[in-house]
Nanobody, 127 residues
Framework: QVQLVESGGGLVQAGGSLRLSCAAS????????SGWFRQGPGKEREFVSG????????DYVDSVKGRFTISRDNAKNMVYLQMNSLKPEDTAVYYC????????????????????WGQGTQVTVSS
């Protein structure tokens, strides 16, 4: 069992930046692949970015490539999402997730592949 807590969300103007953080309660988080999902108003939750537990492989949905960067610090049991050049369509609740029993070099993009989820943090981008 792993508890995940997101932080760093808030209100920002279009073109601005935010850095989301996800803190895990257990050191075993360091061997779990991790990811970020988001759910905008009236939309289903969608994959945003994933990172292998080694940190050596990353993946992004096309709409955020070149703007968002996922990273992790296993020594601190933390995963991050740096979001630059934010757009109003990025407005959503962002969720951190973790996948046990994951391949050391693989990322995961399906909700069903993740076992643990944080409570979410709101990101609002104004025009």
């Amino acid at each position: 069992q792993v508890q995940l807590v997101e932080s760093g969300g808030g209100l920002v103007q279009a073109g601005g930046s935010l850095r989301l953080s996800c803190a895990a309660s257990r050191r075993t988080f360091s061997i779990f692949a991790s990811g970020w999902f988001r759910q905008g108003p009236g939309k289903e939750r969608e994959f945003v970015s994933g990172i292998s537990w080694s940190g050596g492989t990353t993946d992004y949905v096309d709409s955020v490539k070149g703007r968002f960067t996922i990273s992790r610090d296993n020594a601190k049991n933390m995963v991050y999402l740096q979001m630059n050049s934010l757009k109003p369509e990025d407005t959503a609740v962002y969720y951190c997730a973790a996948a046990p029993n994951s391949n050391i070099h693989r990322t995961y993009s399906q909700e069903g592949e993740y076992s643990y989820w944080g409570q979410g943090t709101q990101v609002t981008v104004s025009s």
